[in-house]
């Protein structure tokens, strides 16, 4: 069974920048795929960024060149760097795991292990 834990969450003003980090254990972690998806009040949990088992990097429109996903095997530790933050990222992030590549590494069903999520708030 894959567990994930989440931490680094917060609050900053818009233009800030934080760190989130997601330990992950119960399967070797260099052949899981990894990401971080986030769910905003009254909307749907959407995908953030995924990282692959052969580290083939995705990103969703809207972070691109502020956001960047890294992982570290020796530590089994998905990051998300998050820089120029904006009102419009407030939002839980969750990570998530699949063993082996899902067949869409955006979607929510392919995943199906999630950490407890970490609140993110953006707000001057």
């Known amino acids: 069974q894959v567990q994930l834990v989440e931490s680094g969450g917060g609050s900053v003003p818009p233009g800030g920048s934080l760190t989130l980090s997601c330990v992950v254990s119960?399967?070797?972690?260099?052949?899981?795929?990894v990401g971080w998806f986030r769910q905003a009040p009254g909307k749907e949990r959407e995908g953030v960024a995924t990282i692959n088992v052969d580290n083939y990097v995705k990103y969703t429109d809207s972070v691109k060149g502020r956001f960047t996903i890294s992982k570290d095997n020796s530590k089994n530790t998905l990051y998300l760097q998050m820089n120029s933050l904006k009102p419009e990222d407030t939002a839980m992030y969750y990570c998530?795991?699949?063993?082996?590549?899902?067949?869409?590494?955006?979607?929510?069903?392919?995943?199906?292990?999630w950490g407890q999520g970490t609140q993110v708030t953006v707000s001057s």
């Open positions: 119960g399967h070797t972690f260099s052949e899981v795929c």
């Open positions: 998530a795991a699949a063993v082996g590549n899902p067949p869409s590494y955006a979607r929510v069903t392919q995943y199906p292990y």
